[in-house]
């Protein structure tokens, strides 16, 4: 079992669209869990960190479920903007384990 | 927030040569600095992890002969990938993280393309 797994999509939706993301981990040691945000050709940035009371920022909304290792992220009323890869990533307490992406295209 | 640079952003290079990619913390301290690679449309792969004076720890799979790796100073870490083939390129990132902090910044990623 691959230690981070995402749905790589791509998820096509139109402007105003609701949609989520899941991405379960192998590591139940797991310390701290973060979805990162990746454009073409450019380096992760971070989105938001995840916890198991849930974590809202604007339009976009994590949570973690530590029992079934399994982490979302929910983004409301989709921009074009928010056309991008996003990687689930899970922090061992030694590395960042990255999951392959899920990537998203918002259209007009 | 903290910023780290990677130089160069892209290089050509041709088989058998040497690269070296520079990572530098510019207004932070690293005590801890990772070397990443990631092939199109596959995720990010650490290779090795450097801490500030002492040896690299490379990851199951990395030869250390190949990708040299030097965190000589605090904010500057150094991959040199050695008699570099096609099979080489990749895009190559770093992140540097401060002492007792979780939080990784990413340089901006350097792409090397071995002819």
């Known amino acids: 079992r691959k230690e981070v797994e995402q749905d790589p999509g791509p998820f096509n939706v139109p402007e105003g669209a609701t949609v989520a993301f899941n991405c379960t981990y192998s590591n139940s040691a797991s310390q701290s869990f973060f979805w990162y945000r990746q454009d073409c050709r450019k380096e992760p940035k971070l989105l938001m960190s995840v916890y198991s009371s849930g974590n809202e920022d604007g339009r976009f909304t994590a949570q973690l479920n530590r029992a079934s290792q399994y982490i979302s992220l929910l983004i409301r009323d989709s921009k074009l903007s928010d056309s991008a890869t996003y990687l689930c990533?899970?922090?061992?307490?030694?590395?960042?384990?990255f999951g392959k992406g899920t990537t998203l295209s918002v259209s007009s | 927030g903290a910023v780290v640079s990677q130089h160069p952003s892209r290089v050509i290079c041709k088989s058998g040569t040497s690269v070296k990619i520079e990572c530098r913390s510019l207004?932070?301290?690293?005590?801890?600095m990772f070397w990443y690679r990631q092939f199109p449309k596959k995720s990010l792969m650490l290779m090795a992890t450097s801490n500030e004076g002492s040896k690299a720890t490379y990851e199951q799979g990395v030869e250390k002969d190949k990708f040299l790796i030097n965190h000589a100073s605090l904010t500057l870490s150094t991959l040199t990938v050695t008699s570099a083939h096609p099979e080489d390129s990749s895009f190559y990132i770093c992140s540097a993280r401060e002492a007792l902090s979780y939080e990784q910044y990413f340089g901006p990623g350097t792409r090397l393309t071995v002819t």
């Open positions: 207004d932070f301290q690293a005590t801890t």
């Open positions: 990533v899970v922090n061992t307490g030694t590395a960042l384990i």
